[in-house]
């Protein structure tokens, strides 16, 4: 039987949590300017133009949905609230590095390479609220009109002694319409790909077994308190993640000094969460 390499390739890639389909086709833009214009999606929810996704990092893994976006389990935000409602600064430290990180993804034509279709385009939170700006100039507006809309200016710069590139995307100066055919712009909308054909959602088996290695291995490096207990209790235990939480129980603590001011405490985990969330 031959061996198909990139049939291999591709189940590597979905094993590993990334899917890539023949339907999506990322565009990453190089240094200089580009001129491309914004589609619609067909799902996103509550009228959005662009769609976003959160992901998590840690150490080497590559970035995987995190469930809760779409109401399903998720044993990382369960550990990231018992960490951050505890209230030391060790485990809110932890809890931080922990925490998702936003992308968001739109669907585009660049000029100059309107052979290519529909792709789609990665960028971070800066971006995205330029963009939404856009909406809210009455002297843009809507920019995703395939009538009245505006192309937009990507420029992608190299700043020195920066680890990334730097991207600024302004409104062209007039309106014009996706193409001067009405069919070509029609069946550019109709191909626009399905955002959640992107990535694949792993399992809670496979996000923990992720968080465990993570646990067991980069987040002690990365932090001297984890490095610390893990020393003084002896070797790592096999489930670093049951371990922590366990540590999350309440214990007795002896009763302060008369002197001394109750520490500080959010009435609402919920909205400090959120305000994590948005540092992250």
Not at 39 to 51: E, M, R, S, Y
Request: include cysteine; charge should be neutral.
């Amino acid at each position: 039987m031959a061996i198909d390499l990139d049939a291999i390739k591709k189940r590597v890639a979905e094993l590993s949590g990334v899917k890539r389909t023949s339907s999506v086709q990322m565009w990453k833009p190089d240094l200089g300017e580009h001129k491309i214009r914004c589609l619609p999606w067909k799902n996103t929810p509550d009228g959005q133009p662009f769609a976003e996704r959160w992901f998590y990092y840690l150490g080497n893994e590559k970035g995987f949905l995190s469930p809760k976006q779409f109401g399903k389990p998720d044993p990382i935000d369960d550990l990231i609230r018992k960490l951050y409602s505890s209230g030391k600064p060790d485990d809110r430290l932890l809890a931080k590095k922990l925490a998702p990180k936003m992308r968001c993804y739109a669907p585009v034509v660049v000029r100059g390479q309107e052979d290519k279709g529909v792709l789609v385009w990665s960028f971070g939170k800066q971006v995205y609220q330029r963009m939404l700006g856009f909406f809210l100039d009455e002297d843009v507006g809507d920019i995703l009109s395939p009538t009245t809309g505006f192309d937009l200016k990507v420029t992608i710069t190299k700043a020195q002694g920066k680890q990334f590139n730097d991207t600024t995307v302004d409104p062209a100066r007039k309106q014009s319409p996706l193409h001067a055919d009405e069919e070509v712009s029609q069946k550019w909308l109709d191909s626009v790909p399905n955002i959640d054909d992107m990535y694949r959602l792993k399992n809670t088996q496979e996000i923990e077994a992720a968080l465990n290695s993570w646990l067991n291995g980069g987040a002690q490096d990365e932090t001297p308190a984890m490095t610390t207990t893990a020393t003084t209790r002896g070797p790592a235990p096999a489930d670093e993640l049951d371990n922590l939480v366990a540590d999350m129980k309440p214990a007795a603590k002896p009763a302060p000094k008369a002197e001394a001011k109750p520490a500080k405490k959010s009435n609402d985990l919920d909205a400090a969460f959120a305000e994590l969330m948005d540092d992250a």
